[in-house]
T-cell receptor
Framework: DAGITQSPRHKVTETGTPVTLRCHQT?????MYWYRQDPGHGLRLIHY???????DKGEVSDGYSVSRSKTEDFLLTLESATSSQTSVYFC?????????????FGSGTRLTVV | GENVEQHPSTLSVQEGDSAVIKCTYS??????FPWYKQELGKGPQLIID?????GEKKDQRIAVTLNKTAKHFSLHITETQPEDSAVYFC???????????FGRGTQLTVWP
């Protein structure tokens, strides 16, 4: 999607290893979000950021951490990957709480933990 | 926080028929309701949205209606085509830092 890039697109990793997913935006949006998508669960919020170094937990944050040192980058780290973290991860960007705009989503990262 | 429920979870229609997906929300302060379409292997994409001061909005074959009193909103697709086949998500903007809360999605299949 224009203005938002996720990397890598696919990754296979072993149980117990740390993994970092990257979200990069060129839209200068203040808000960034990490979701995971699993069959039957829809989109579940992991963590979000409302500014540089300002982050907060979502509904399924256990086992995940995030960092945002620059406006354009939002990193999601699986501290010690487990098979339950096999999922498709989506990053999204938003313009803010006072503006009625939806999010723009990235193309996703398919992560497999073996 | 906000709770968004979406029904049905799967929907199959014949090409040319209409499709309706319904969502309810719990936070009376919610003021913005977007709909997303997700094609296989891609991220969700915004297709239409409605603000709380509007009851209905149309864009070609797609329309969204909002009933604030009942706290529900619906997506209507008319004259469905096979390319409408996708997963559709509704969402509601609650009062927590402008977050969107998503329904669990509806897999729409349009048969030729």
């Amino acid at each position: 999607d224009a203005g938002i890039t996720q990397s890598p697109r696919h990754k296979v990793t072993e149980t117990g290893t740390p993994v970092t997913l990257r979200c990069h935006q060129t839209e200068n949006h203040r808000y960034m979000y990490w979701y995971r998508q699993d069959p039957g669960h829809g989109l579940r919020l992991i963590h979000y950021s409302y500014g540089v170094k300002d982050t907060d937990k979502g509904e399924v944050s256990d086992g995940y951490s995030v960092s945002r040192s620059k406006t354009e980058d939002f990193l999601l780290t699986l501290e010690s990957a487990t098979s339950s973290q096999t999922s498709v991860y989506f990053c999204a960007i938003g313009q803010g709480s006072d503006i009625s705009y939806g999010y723009t989503f990235g193309s996703g990262t398919r992560l497999t933990v073996v | 926080g906000e709770n968004v429920e979406q029904h049905p979870s799967t929907l199959s229609v014949q090409e040319g028929d209409s499709a309706v997906i319904k969502c309810t929300y719990s936070d009376s302060a919610s003021n913005y309701f977007p709909w997303y379409k997700q094609e296989l292997g891609k991220g969700p994409q915004l297709i239409i949205d409605i603000r709380s001061n509007v009851g209905e909005k149309k864009d070609q074959r797609i329309a969204v209606t909002l009933n604030k009193t009942a706290k529900h909103f619906s997506l209507h697709i008319t004259e469905t085509q096979p390319e409408d086949s996708a997963v559709y998500f509704c969402a509601s903007r609650g009062s927590t830092l402008g977050r969107l809360y998503f329904g669990r999605g509806t897999q729409l299949t349009v048969w030729p």
